[in-house]
């Protein structure tokens, strides 16, 4: 398949308005806000912002990731596609003359709240299965990525879904999304972000009528490499499960433990590999980058105020741990050895390009520190040996664990996590049961005339 590849670049070219009922609008307020470029860290425009009355441009995701995460939304959509003509309940026998059904019927209109790190494969993970059931969406994307969500919802459009069933409100958490949490005419909100904000989320859902909710959120992921692994594997996989999209990834492992065995050679190749990225950090229209800037001017300094806090504590800077020279938001990839559990860096989501790298003994002791974190997003193990990897996935409390494997999904398979990670799952079958009611129906059997 021949695809030509054109960013855009030009902000005339990008919608800026909110999108209600296939239309696009200013907001009631006539209020705007600005869309920031993290390459310079100006404004290129300014969009609508609503309250209760593409990719890279605006978040610096290197070109080539951004069109492979566009590629894996369309197969998103294709997949629940499929299943928009599949939901339906069963015929339940149960006890006397009875006949007994259940009917799976949408839960409504879904507020959507999803985040900047991956604006357009988020929107699909929600507006897909929302849409396969037979409900409405709102949409409110992050605030530092509205133009993706404001596109997608114009392609919306220009397919023919009817008007008022997909609708994009850009704006601030504070406002819109409150507004869109605590509305008692939405019947069910989703939101992909912080642990924090989820908290708030959850409690306005119950203060107001009682919303399904189902929450996708932070994330300090553990990635165990036993000494039976193969290390050079093993050693970029680790590297790219932490530093892919520029370390802004809810399920990076960012807690690499490595056998005390293979553990200064891991530590060497993979000092290595953040100096090799280094020299790939860059501009993300150029097609050769790997490694694009911080999103914005927030996230950059407290991703640096986190790598001072590791020097600090006493981990040992093996790579990195600056700021890139120059215009926009940069940082160097970064790799710190010797930390230990009790370290922030250690117990804190950093988002940012900084591997961690922490020694154990033994795989029971690997299982029981993965496990201390408030966190239960992603796991993973390198090892040769099929115990292990049965053990390590047995024990370890988390949504999805992968075996000498990091960052590979499918929009068949579910997603989310335990503890603090959050509620439900997304992807798969498992998650249309978040977009459904279940109605049961008991009918009396006529008897026959004797």
Same mark, same amino acid.
């Given at each position: ?32 806000? *600005?869309?920031?470029? $993290?390459?310079? =860290? ?8 609503? @309250? &209760?009355?593409?990719? !890279? ?112 409100? *850009?704006?601030?958490? $504070?406002?819109? =999304? ?8 939405? @019947? &069910?909100?989703?939101? !992909? ?258």
């Amino acid at each position: 398949m021949d695809i030509k590849l054109e960013p855009v670049r030009d902000p005339k070219d990008l919608h800026t308005q909110i999108f209600i009922n296939n239309e696009f609008v200013d907001s009631v307020s006539g209020r705007h806000f *600005p869309t920031i470029n $993290p390459v310079t =860290g100006k404004t290129f425009c300014d969009v609508s912002e609503g @309250d &209760k009355s593409i990719v !890279t441009l605006e978040m610096g995701k290197p070109f080539l990731q951004a069109f492979y995460e566009t590629m894996w939304s369309a197969a998103i959509l294709r997949y629940y596609a499929g299943f928009a003509d599949k939901v339906g309940g069963k015929t339940i026998p149960v006890d006397g003359d009875h006949f007994c059904y259940t009917r799976h019927e949408p839960v409504g209109v879904c507020g959507h709240i999803i985040p900047w790190n991956y604006p357009v494969s988020m929107f699909t993970w929600k507006v897909g299965p929302a849409l396969a059931c037979g409900c409405t969406a709102v949409v409110k994307p992050a605030e530092q990525t509205p133009l993706a969500a404001l596109h997608l919802a114009a392609l919306c459009k220009e397919v023919g879904f009817p008007p008022g069933v997909v609708n994009v409100v *850009p704006g601030y958490g $504070p406002t819109a =999304g409150a507004a869109l949490t605590a509305h008692p005419d939405v @019947d &069910k909100v989703a939101f !992909t972000g912080s642990t924090e904000v989820g908290k708030l989320i959850l409690q306005a859902s119950g203060a107001t009528n009682i919303k399904r909710t189902s929450l996708e959120l932070g994330g300090k992921s553990p990635n165990v490499i036993m000494d039976d692994a193969d290390l050079d594997m093993a050693v970029r996989f680790a590297h790219e499960a932490v530093m892919e999209n520029a370390g802004q990834c809810c399920m990076a492992g960012s807690r690499t433990f490595v056998h005390e065995k293979i553990y200064d050679q891991f530590v060497a190749k993979s000092r290595e590999l953040a100096k090799e990225r280094l020299s790939m950090t860059g501009d993300p229209f150029d097609l050769k980058t790997k490694q694009g800037p911080q999103v914005d001017e927030d996230q950059y300094k407290k991703i640096l105020e986190m790598i001072e806090s590791g020097k600090k504590d006493g981990a040992k800077l093996e790579s990195g741990g600056a700021a890139v020279g120059g215009d926009g938001y940069f940082i160097q990839p970064t790799v710190f050895s010797g930390v230990t559990d009790n370290m922030r860096i250690a117990k804190e989501e950093i988002f940012g390009p900084v591997q961690q790298i922490f020694k154990f003994k033994t795989l029971d002791e690997a299982i029981e520190r993965a496990n201390s974190s408030q966190y239960g997003l992603g796991a993973a193990i390198f090892t040769k040996s099929i115990e292990n990897a049965m053990m390590f996935t047995q024990g370890i409390r988390a949504g999805t664990v992968w075996v000498n494997l990091y960052l590979i999904l499918s929009p068949q398979a579910p997603f989310g996590g335990f503890k603090m990670s959050g509620l439900g799952r997304e992807l798969g079958e498992y998650s249309m049961s978040l977009y459904q009611e279940v109605k049961t129906v008991i009918m009396k059997i006529p008897q026959k005339n004797s």
